[in-house]
């Protein structure tokens, strides 16, 4: 009762605060946790992505809301040559620049801020390029480095990409969120005043709303950008509320407190389902929750523990505990839904079999790991402790002891892009439907040093494959090099997959025009609220 009546005092407080705060039109959204950083291209979490590059910045290209088609942004247009290699990007006129506390900007996005925000993930020599110390995750592991041979700024408002080789994947990377276009000139006076932190902290773009506030781990408050170019929004002022705790973020919205929340966790979606206020908007399957096994830590960099490992754990009885209905259990870390994906993992519970692998690899009972957990909810993941737990008990019954390790959220992504772990859950949410944005993430041979491959594996026959199907425009011969590709994986088992979720967004029907993202991403530039 004592901690039901703590709750309660909490969301009050809270709803008190918001109310205090909020101005003609305000839509409150709570998420799932603080952003890593302001910058997309240094961020990795869905939760950065949602608190920076939907709200703050733009690409080039973006997809059109609810789909996976490419249209224009800040490219009004774009033309591709015969043979595939040239991109000419013709921009937008007349897109302003936020303001911020240090820094008003003097001109227009132009070309500069394209070849900027390229040129700092990919030129080494650039002077921005080790700003904020960034490993660029996204872009390494996706192998934009290597796919981009030169940029070229054709006039201020012209911008040509030479590719190494014709790519099927070049539109759909660059409509990422993590390239979102940064501005150069905020970029050169933060840097020659001595203070480049305020990049990260004061975001400067050209987004549809302004950073005004954050208080970590409590709020992020943004006013609507007027000048928009894509129109101003028609909310005046957008609050994520951030609320990790999922049971608190159920509460909040049943009492309106915030209109739209990050996904319900299982046990809520029957008594949403039930509540006339709310709408439970539904994302089958785009995601893929893991288990990473770090193989330059011993013994894991032996396949036969690593498979040991996999078959010891029933992922069935995980999906049923942690997933409850919301959920099946994984045949790849491609989503099912996807180009070429397959549906058995090769990895079937066998506890017996595992305790012979262990015994053929020389481990009896000596074998003991850590076991990482994120501290919070994700779409692909509702309940990490809850699933570190069930592994836990699994990997006990076979002989295999483990220690379950946490950190703060930011912390963890850092931690374990470092490699301090043994095996670590993840996931992730597919970006733009390709199956090439998963398996290059999680783990492509760029993203060992780019951070993003936290398996830390590298196979350069799985790598020729990754690069095959970027150049591969036939989708029935692409298709076959992303199921080579997966079973390499069953072989191998740098990763186990674990499960694809259904995602379920509540969002209060005063809520207008929002529309569910195919990624399970929050983008509030054109939603509106019932007065």
């Known amino acids: 009762m004592k901690s039901l009546l703590l709750l309660r005092a909490a969301i009050l407080a809270s709803s008190v605060f918001l109310a205090a705060n909020a101005s003609a039109k305000t839509l409150v959204y709570c998420s799932e946790a603080s952003p890593e950083t302001f910058t997309p291209m240094i961020g990795t979490a869905d939760s950065t992505m949602d608190a920076a590059a939907k709200t703050i910045f733009n690409r080039l290209v973006e997809f059109k809301p609810g789909s996976t088609e490419i249209g224009p942004a800040l490219a009004e247009s774009w033309d591709v040559s015969p043979d595939g290699n040239v991109y000419t990007f013709h921009l937008r006129h007349g897109v302003k620049f936020h303001s911020s506390a240090h820094f008003t900007p003097t001109r227009d996005f132009n ?34 480095g290597s796919m981009v041979d030169k940029i070229e700024k054709v006039d201020d408002y012209t911008v040509r990409f030479t590719l190494t080789a014709p790519n099927v994947t070049f539109l759909s990377g660059i409509a990422l969120d993590y390239m979102s276009i940064m501005s150069l000139e905020q970029t050169q006076k933060m840097v020659a005043a001595g203070t480049p932190e305020l990049i990260d902290n004061e975001p400067v773009g050209t987004g549809p709303f302004m950073l005004e506030a954050y208080m970590r781990d409590s709020q992020i408050r943004y006013t609507a950008n007027k000048d928009y170019w894509g129109g101003a929004p028609k909310i005046d002022t957008l609050i994520f509320a951030i609320t990790p705790e999922p049971t608190v973020r159920i509460e909040r919205i049943k009492a309106n407190e915030c209109q739209v929340a990050a996904a319900a966790p299982p046990s809520a979606l029957a008594e949403l389902s039930g509540n006339s206020d709310i709408s439970l908007l539904q994302l089958q399957g785009q995601n893929i929750g893991v288990l990473g096994f770090n193989v330059e830590h011993k013994p894991l960099d032996d396949v036969k523990v690593r498979t040991a490992l996999a078959k010891a754990i029933n992922r069935q009885a995980i999906v049923d505990s ?45 074998l003991s790991v850590t076991l990482w957990a994120m501290p919070v909810s994700r779409p692909y993941n509702p309940n990490a402790r809850r699933m570190a737990e069930l592994i836990q008990a699994d990997w006990a019954a076979v002989g295999v002891k483990s220690e379950i390790v946490t950190y703060e959220w930011a912390e963890y ?104 993202d195919p990624f399970g991403r929050q983008n509030f530039a054109h939603v509106d609220i019932a007065e």
């Open 111 to 144: 070309a500069d801020d394209v070849l900027y925000t390229f040129d700092r993930q990919r030129d080494a020599n650039s002077p921005y390029h080790k700003l904020a110390n960034a490993s660029y995750e996204y872009f390494n592991a996706l192998g934009l």
């Open 322 to 366: 942690v997933y409850q209905g919301a959920g099946a259990v994984a045949g790849s870390v491609v989503p099912p839904a996807q180009l070429g994906a397959v549906k058995d993992a090769g990895i079937d519970y066998d506890p017996e079999g595992a305790r012979k692998l262990l015994a053929e690899a020389g481990h009896t009972s000596d």
């Open 413 to 516: 992504l850092k931690r374990t892009a470092a490699g301090e772990h043994d095996s670590f859950l993840l996931g992730g949410s597919s970006d733009n439907g390709d199956p090439d944005n998963m398996l290059s993430y999680l783990l492509s041979c760029d993203g060992v040093a780019g951070g993003s491959n936290r398996s830390r594996w590298c196979d350069r026959d799985f790598e020729k494959l990754l690069d095959e199907g970027r150049v591969t425009a036939d989708t029935t011969k692409r298709a076959e090099v992303y199921r080579q590709a997966q079973e390499m994986l069953k072989a191998k088992v740098p990763v186990v997959p674990i499960a694809h979720s259904i995602v379920s967004i509540p969002v209060r029907k005063s809520v207008l025009n929002y529309v569910l």
